[in-house]
């Protein structure tokens, strides 16, 4: 199979679809790997490293997604790059469709086959393609809120950790899954007072037995959240309900009852966000202002460390990778549910029920598109 990584568009995402060890593996495997030039010099990865492990260059995007029959990429086609996808191609990357109705229209129109990263599952119950990112944006998470506080960006001027002498921040961490354990170990480790809360008994045990006491965990209900709000310093987003769209746990009305100058850190925000007042931003114009409160919504967070995130991402991707490349993603998806779980579209059908309740769209499942 021709496997195209071409290279990222998405305002700074500096992050790349294939390593040059993926390449390497993928070329062990028999197939043709066509990249992008420049797609890795954001994470680190020169050109002439991918000719090394037997990718062939490819000078432009439109002549990658014309030879191309798989493409692997990291964040969701931008509008030039949905022009250039074609019926029968296969696209592998993260596509957040939920709060997206834009590029879910144009994504059906295509024809393609599209299997979602976020919504790829494992034995367990989790989301392995989407675990290393989310580790990765917790734990970048009390570092730029931190950031965001700071008095030259508009925030409180409270320093986290605190000083002897001095109480340190109150962090509020809003989800206690891999986001928001990520977080809290940081949060934890800069000195900062951290509660979370989460509405599963069993993951608030497992924190608080992980973090022997340096944390407190609470309920999620929503006189929980209001209390904690009139509190917290940093609020940190981390609510995840896969493939559908992020429920708002903070309204607008809520802001006027906490500290001015406190922050919001949305790591939700590829969802549609957890705060009503939530937009997506970029790392070059990051922070905004809202009623005094200000947010920090970048919604692709993981790139502003490029180069520990691209291998991460490429060694969860790569054996589904090799799966979709060797079998087709027909028989790869027949062979592993786990996979079949991440197909988004098909031949222009909407193949996620929770992406078509979000959008209110009808839907199919990956079972009746086998089926069928």
Not at 81 to 87: C, F, G, H, I, K
Not at 219 to 240: F, K, N
Request: hydrophobic share 45%; glycine share 12%.
């Amino acid at each position: 199979m021709k496997i195209g990584c071409p290279k990222e568009i998405k305002p700074q995402e500096f992050r790349v679809g294939m390593t040059p060890d993926a390449v390497r593996e993928a070329v062990m495997h028999g197939h043709e790997v066509l990249v992008e030039s420049g797609a890795g010099i954001g994470s680190g990865f020169a050109d002439a490293d991918y000719t090394a492990a037997g990718a062939r260059l490819i000078a432009d995007a439109a002549s990658l997604y014309g030879e191309a029959e798989l493409i692997v990429k990291v964040k969701e086609p931008q509008p030039q790059e949905r022009a250039l996808l074609r019926r029968g191609q296969i696209l592998f990357a993260y596509l957040h469709l939920a709060p997206d109705p834009e590029q879910t229209k144009d994504l059906l129109a295509s024809g393609i086959t599209a299997i979602a990263y976020e919504t790829v599952t494992d034995s367990r119950g989790g989301l392995p393609l989407l675990a290393p990112m989310s580790e990765v944006a917790g734990r970048l998470a009390p570092q730029v809120g931190s950031w965001t506080l700071q008095k030259a960006n508009g925030g409180s001027g409270i320093l986290l950790g605190g000083v002897p002498g001095v109480s340190p921040g109150e962090v509020l961490i809003i989800g206690g899954g891999v986001v928001g354990a990520a977080a809290a170990r940081v949060a934890v480790g800069m000195g900062a007072t951290v509660t979370v809360l989460d509405r599963s008994l069993t993951r608030l045990s497992y924190l608080d037995d992980l973090f022997m006491g340096r944390l407190t965990t609470r309920y999620a209900t929503a006189a929980a959240v209001a209390e904690q709000l009139t509190r917290a310093d940093l609020v940190v987003g981390a609510v995840l309900v896969p493939g559908a769209a992020a429920p708002k746990l903070v309204t607008r009305a809520q802001l006027s009852t906490m500290k001015p100058g406190s922050a919001l850190v949305d790591v939700a925000i590829d969802q549609g966000g957890c705060f009503e007042t939530s937009r997506p931003t970029t790392h070059q114009d990051p922070i905004y202002e809202v009623d005094g409160i200000l947010h920090y919504c970048v919604a692709n967070m993981p790139g502003a460390v490029a180069r520990t995130s691209a291998r991460a991402l490429g060694n969860a991707t790569l054996p589904f990778l090799l799966a979709l490349a060797d079998k087709g993603w027909r028989q790869a998806i027949a062979d592993d549910a786990h996979l079949r779980a991440g197909l988004a579209v098909d031949d222009g059908r909407l193949t996620s029920p929770p992406v078509g309740a979000a959008l209110g769209l009808p839907a199919i499942t990956p079972d009746q598109v086998l089926a069928g």
